[in-house]
T-cell receptor, first 112, second 113 residues
Framework: SQQGEEDPQALSIQEGENATMNCSYK?????LQWYRQNSGRGLVHLIL?????REKHSGRLRVTLDTSKKSSSLLITASRAADTASYFC????????????FGAGTRLFVKA | DAGVIQSPRHEVTEMGQEVTLRCKPI?????LFWYRQTMMRGLELLIY????????DSGMPEDRFSAKMPNASFSTLKIQPSEPRDSAVYFC???????????FGNGTRLTVT
């Protein structure tokens, strides 16, 4: 079964607005990652946050991690039409080898 | 530097036929992963290799599926015989020392009729 579950499943916003996506997971993790997938393409890594970190920034991306609630959020500020894609959280569990398990993803549509 | 290369990009085949998907990981990466993506089940990890050795194949759905990695620069995923429910996008990904991030290819879209 999937480790991470994203919320919402789909999100539609206007260009310039902020987009927030949430992820919940089930087991103890080493790190949590966010990936982006454009239609018809492979996933591209965006940002990684380790289990001992609470917040991380990269450009217009801000990721938070709450290990007590087993949840994370991805904030994209000042969204652009080019941000339209699916976004996935992924976790590397503390046990079970080098398995990266992906959530179901959030489909983001940014209207120009 | 070239990324992960998968071939073919699209494959259409009839039920019962053998299908072989191919992957070339990023040079120097020692971990290789095969994932399958469907609308119903999302991204599923099928199998992964470390230094060409299969480590965990617990995600391989059935004996009809097999994967090999004869050398550090090539891996195959074979389905024999194929069934319509195998229709999906199959991704290959590689990483260095098993650490994030994973680098994905653009996938093979498989349609079994």
């Amino acid at each position: 079964s999937q480790q991470g579950e994203e919320d919402p499943q789909a999100l539609s916003i206007q260009e310039g607005e902020n987009a927030t996506m949430n992820c919940s997971y089930k087991t103890s993790i080493n790190n949590l990652q966010w990936y982006r997938q454009n239609s018809g393409r492979g996933l591209v890594h965006l940002i990684l946050i380790r289990s001992n970190e609470r917040e991380k920034h990269s450009g217009r991306l801000r990721v938070t991690l709450d290990t007590s609630k087993k949840s994370s959020s991805l904030l994209i500020t000042a969204s652009r039409a080019a941000d339209t894609a699916s976004y996935f959280c992924a976790t590397d569990a503390r046990t079970g080898g080098f398995k990266t398990i992906f959530g179901a993803g959030t489909r983001l549509f940014v209207k120009a | 530097d070239a990324g992960v290369i998968q071939s073919p990009r699209h494959e259409v085949t009839e039920m019962g036929q053998e299908v072989t998907l191919r992957c070339k990981p990023i040079s120097g990466h020692d971990y290789l992963f095969w994932y399958r993506q469907t609308m119903m089940r999302g991204l599923e990890l099928l199998i992964y290799f470390n230094n060409n050795v299969p480590i965990d194949d617990s995600g391989m759905p059935e004996d009809r599926f097999s994967a090999k990695m004869p050398n550090a620069s090539f891996s195959t995923l074979k389905i024999q015989p194929s069934e319509p429910r195998d229709s999906a996008v199959y991704f290959c990904a590689s990483s260095f020392e098993g650490e994030a991030p994973l680098h994905f290819g653009n996938g093979t879209r498989l349609t079994v009729t």
